[in-house]
């Protein structure tokens, strides 16, 4: 674990978003990431320490409700990468908790009542966006997108600015597929979809990749030694790992549309 810590923190696209000023938001959202899958990770062996409970059950543990606060946090941090993530960790959760279902013969009011603090966690969590409309009314000398109202805050929060990088070749493939758009456009675009892919590519995979064929090693070792108790919880983490890490491949892979000039921005974005 102390290993891998030391891999990820010394990665090359870590420390140098460490030591950049907007480097912060990509750091501060690691931390919500892997605090997310640590709780997830918790919340799974307190499943395992209460055979009988069901669903309902589980869904009040304390881990579970911090593990929600601290999603919610994340997507008042970054939400597109953290949109990425929620998936990812409801497959894990969906898979714990699907086997426990025909325990909570409960009434839908049951239900609500588990709910009904988790939404309340979700809404206190991404409320951190009620800064923006706040301090831009105070006139600050850094002000983007001037949110103060409702059409700038979705302006800000949707990253307008950024649309023309974003979704050229989803985009065109859409427009030739229903609209009667140009191929020629889709094969234009696929040439952005090849820089980003081999990009990513070189982050996975290589001597000079982040995490690389250390982490590989590191893997396989923990593997080895993992308890057999646990191998049935270590699947379903492992699955929302696996799900993760092809979200981010794919998406990442064929939604941006940068110029070779600007394909570094993807590395911020590949830290999960």
Known sequence: GACAGLLMGLGATYWSQALAAKGGIYTLHMVCILAAWFLLWAWMQADEALPKAGAIELLRLPSARVLVLVLALGLGNHWETQALVLPAIAL??????????????????????????????????????????LRARLDP???WGDPRDWQQ??????????LDLESGFAKSLSAALFAGGSWAQVAQNWAFVQRQGLRVLAHLAGLQADLGFGTVILSVLGLWVWRPGRRDALARFAAGLAALALAFVLIITFYFHLNAEMVWILDGFLLP
């Open 92 to 133: 894990s959760a969906g898979l714990t908790l699907w086997p426990r279902r025909a325990q909570s013969r409960a009434s839908l009011g049951a239900w609500a009542r588990a709910m009904v603090p988790l939404l309340g966690l979700v809404a206190l969590g991404v409320s951190v966006y009620l800064y923006l409309p």
């Open 153 to 162: 805050f979705w302006w800000v929060l949707l990253r307008q600015e950024y």
């Open 141 to 143: 000398v850094l002000n």
